[in-house]
């Protein structure tokens, strides 16, 4: 339990909060650019052209 007890210390939270945000944004962009790239392949494959959309 000490491992927890100096993870919530305040200068630990100072670092670890920002890292997990740009890691998390990072993480949300990276999805939400593959779920744009599957929703074109299926576009394809059901026979539309998805740049004339």
Request: glycine residues 4%.
């Amino acid at each position: 339990m000490e491992w927890l007890q100096q993870l919530l210390k305040a200068e630990t939270l100072a670092l670890l909060i920002p890292i997990v945000a740009i890691i998390g944004a990072f993480a949300v962009a990276a999805l939400k650019s593959h779920h744009k790239h599957q929703e074109r392949i299926e576009k394809i494959k059901q026979g539309y052209d998805p740049d004339s959309l």
